[in-house]
């Protein structure tokens, strides 16, 4: 199957700092990418969709002066939590699909990154 | 607003056990119904794509089937193995929307 990768797994700021998440398709090129954030047991909430060369749409709540998202090229989609504090320590996680997945929705997803704002 | 629920939350089971999950979600504008494995650690597996009402998938001791008109899915796993312990997730793709809303998965833990 295609391969999404995302970095960092992990990754601990203090709080007032920007932080910058990547994620990449390595063997296909993602026309559209997703950003997701996860609360303990609650579902991955969609943040935002990014296709290529575009601005993100963002979900209704999602501040996108806070979430920048970029999505300069076909394998590449970076999300950076900009100023970050402690509520907005999670869990966010990247999909992308390529141009067959727009019809049936089939996501890629990343590892996933764990966020912690001190 | 558009809601896809899971039951159960969780769910303990000794090795060997049959298990299944339900997956319910809106009937009307359905474009596909997505299974999704998520190991900790790992990244989102994708299980089956299902698109027709009455659907039946297989893959392994794995199956899922679907029913669009009542809008419903369920997930069954055969013979249960510890390696099967995972949260699975089911997600809902509507047209309109062209994007997944997820549920909140089923939290499956295999004892052997």
């Known amino acids: 199957g295609a391969v999404v990768s995302q970095h960092p797994s992990w990754v601990i700021c203090k709080s007032g700092t920007s932080v910058k998440i990547e994620c990449r398709s390595l063997d296909f090129q993602a026309t559209t990418m997703f950003w997701y954030r996860q609360f303990p047991k609650q579902s991955l909430m969609l943040m935002a969709t990014s296709n290529e060369g575009s601005k993100a749409t963002y979900e209704q709540g999602v501040e996108k002066d806070k979430f920048l998202i970029n999505h300069a090229s076909l394998t590449l989609s970076t999300l950076t939590v900009t100023s970050a504090h402690p509520e907005d320590s999670s869990f966010y996680i990247c999909s992308a699909r390529d141009w067959q997945g727009a019809n049936t929705g089939e996501l890629f997803f990343g590892e996933g990154s764990r966020l912690t704002v001190l | ?112």
Request: some cysteine; hydrophobic content about 30%; aromatic content about 14%.
């Open chain 2, 1 to 112: 607003i558009l809601n896809v629920e899971q039951s159960p939350q969780s769910l303990h089971v000794q090795e060997g056990d049959s298990t299944n999950f339900t997956c319910s979600f809106p009937s009307s504008n359905f474009y596909a119904l997505h299974w999704y494995r998520w190991e900790t650690a790992k990244s989102p597996e994708a299980l089956f794509v299902m698109t027709l009402n009455g659907d039946e998938k297989k893959k392994g001791r794995i199956s899922a089937t679907l029913n669009t008109k009542e809008g419903y899915s369920y997930l069954y796993i055969k013979g249960s193995q510890p390696e099967d312990s995972a949260t699975y997730l089911c997600a809902f793709f509507s047209g309109g929307y062209n994007k997944l809303i997820f549920g909140a998965g089923t939290r499956l833990a295999v004892h052997p």
